[in-house]
């Protein structure tokens, strides 16, 4: 049996970036990057979604009209009655949009993806998922390999898709990182998350980049690298790779994963186009493998 | 059996199929801290009680109450996680072993202390240097989020000071609130630990039932708090 060629999409923004910065990246996803599908939406600050809504919904215009499938995201923890009436909205759509908070369930009548901010860790689970009408999941990223594998054996005709590049989202809080490193309160925040486009690196006391602060989300420092075989991805049911938008040149990620994916590269040719992109940190991969997410793991031959 | 704790999805469903009769409790790793997560776990799988993320203030707790149908109960001593629970993976992201994957948080096997020159005492996980203490300092438990980290040349607890969760003198205000039972942490604990807090916390309500003040007990327990030091957390409004 030939499986479909496996996919590239491109995940929702997760930074703050300004309207223009906005809108000239998508205009440059729809021209030049070979992704098929592309989520737009905020799903880490509510505060940042009235600033940045007209950008994003010229971005879908734009997108769609250059042939691509647009996805709206919604946020991952609703903290205000504005954030929970923007997910209720959101629900209520009748388009396939893509839900982070188990809250965008309440009234969701029509098929629905399940973003990788869900808690979604077996089979069972995601069988229940399906079972409400979610045909795609887009896995949590402590999930191995493996367990995406017996997700995928257990719930035939689910699409998977994997983070494949970008720094991970590790963590959501009710509280505001970028604002208390500024002695900032959350409330009076003044966005000040939109000097950092990719995070604000944390390191350890030994100088060691660990983490990334993201307003109320906080980020790996390593940047994730999907660097398995085409073949063995496929055989973990994984219909599409996920790029997760940086600073770092995206069209040309997605069109080293897609010569991967194609098997014109290998992987340690990826390897050396991505690093050679300059990714915010260290490539790292250790969750598809089953080991501590920061590290980077080889496989063996 | 009075009741069954669940976090998963999958374990709602079958726990909903199988044993329609089973009294249901959300635990706080299923992140339902919104009045429509919640009423989503109550609706479809029938779940009596909802464990409240340590993110929630009093005050939130209290909206949240007015606008739900299901019992809660909220976290009172213990550690004091300042990410929404079961939305966190910063331990797995280091260790390989996380709350969600594996029920633990910066597990004890990737602890490590090491000694600097001049006596000077690092606390690690998995190898990452997460605090430093003078010589004769106490040491404490490298939690993650506890860490003390550089950003932009400025060394800070950014996520939140090596301090613990003690809510005993809010009992009050969380009962005022609606708040049904409350919770002491009791994994990864000894279990003279848990005996010391939960009689404590005994007394306190019993104190409380009596029409006392249940914050004058609270001396009874700062020297379990993690460094001795303690916070009410989220559940003060100051926090965010």
Redesign the interface.
């Known amino acids: 049996m030939t499986r479909p060629a496996i996919g590239l999409t491109l995940g929702p923004l997760l930074f703050h970036w300004s309207p223009a910065r906005i809108g000239d990246f998508y205009a440059r996803v729809a021209d030049e990057a070979p992704v098929e599908r592309v989520y737009l939406g905020e799903v880490v600050c509510g505060k940042r979604a009235p600033l940045v809504a007209h950008a994003l919904a010229e971005a879908a215009e734009r997108l769609a009209a250059a042939g691509k499938e647009v996805v709206w995201s919604g946020l ?3 903290a205000t009655v504005r954030d ?1 009436g923007a ?2 909205a959101l629900a209520a759509t009748p388009e396939l949009v893509e839900v982070n ?3 965008g ?2 009234d969701r009548d029509a098929p629905f993806v399940a973003g990788p ?1 869900l ?11 399906a ?1 409400r009408g979610c045909v795609r999941l887009c896995a ?3 999930l191995s390999l493996d367990a995406v594998r017996a997700i995928s054996r257990a719930c035939p005709g689910l699409e998977i898709e994997i983070l494949a590049f970008g720094r ?1 989202p ?8 970028h604002a ?2 500024h002695g900032l ?3 009076a925040c003044r966005f000040v998350c939109e000097r950092d486009p990719d995070g ?9 980049g ?2 990334a ?1 993201n307003g109320v989300q ?1 980020l ?1 420092d390593g940047v994730q690298l999907a660097d398995v075989e085409p073949a063995v991805l496929a055989d973990a049911g994984v219909t599409a790779l996920r790029l997760s938008p940086h600073g770092t040149d995206m069209a040309a990620v997605a069109r080293a994963f897609r010569d991967f994916l194609d098997g014109g590269i290998g992987r340690a040719e990826l390897r050396r186009q991505v690093e050679g992109l300059g990714p915010p940190g260290p490539l790292v991969n ?2 598809l493998r ?6 980077s793991v080889e496989d063996r031959p | 059996m009075d009741a069954v704790i669940v ?8 726990a909903r199929r199988a044993w329609p009769g089973l009294r249901l409790h959300l635990s706080v ?9 919640i ?3 109550a ?1 479809e799988y029938g779940v009596k009680r909802v464990v409240l ?1 340590r ?2 203030s009093v005050g939130e707790i209290a909206a949240l109450m007015r606008e739900i149908e299901v019992e809660t109960e909220a976290f009172v001593f213990g550690g004091l996680c ?3 629970e ?5 331990s ?5 072993r ?1 709350p ?2 594996s029920g633990v948080c910066s597990p004890p096997e990737a602890v490590t202390y090491t000694e600097e020159e001049g006596g000077a005492m ?1 606390s690690r996980l ?1 190898g ?5 203490y003078a010589p004769g300092e106490p040491t404490g438990y490298p939690t993650l989020c506890k ?6 040349g ?3 607890y ?2 939140e000071d090596p301090v613990s969760l003690n809510a005993i003198g809010l009992l009050t205000e969380l009962r005022r609130a609606g708040v049904t039972a409350v919770k002491v942490e009791g994994r990864q604990r000894g279990k003279a630990y848990v005996a010391r807090v939960a009689s404590t916390f005994r007394k306190a309500i019993d104190l409380l039932e009596r029409g006392g003040d249940p914050s004058a007990l609270s001396a009874e327990l700062t020297h379990l708090a993690e460094g001795g030091r303690e916070t009410a957390g ?1 559940y003060r409004k100051t ?2």
């Open positions: 991952g923890l609703p929970r997910i209720a908070d188990i809250s369930l309440l901010l808690n979604v860790y077996n089979e069972a689970a995601a069988q229940e998922l079972d949590n990223v402590e991970l590790l963590a959501l809080s009710g509280r505001c990182y208390r490193h309160h959350k409330d604000l690196r944390l390191s350890t006391l030994e100088g060691r660990f983490l602060v906080t790996s250790g969750y089953g080991a501590a997410g920061m590290a | 976090a998963d999805l999958g374990v709602l469903a079958y790793q299923a992140a339902a801290g919104s009045p429509e997560a009423a989503f776990y609706r993320p993110v929630l300042v990410m929404a079961g939305r966190c993976a910063l797995s992201y280091a260790t390989g996380s969600n994957l690092t998995a990452l240097a997460l605090d430093r860490g003390r980290f550089e950003v932009a400025a060394l800070s950014l996520f989220a926090w965010r």
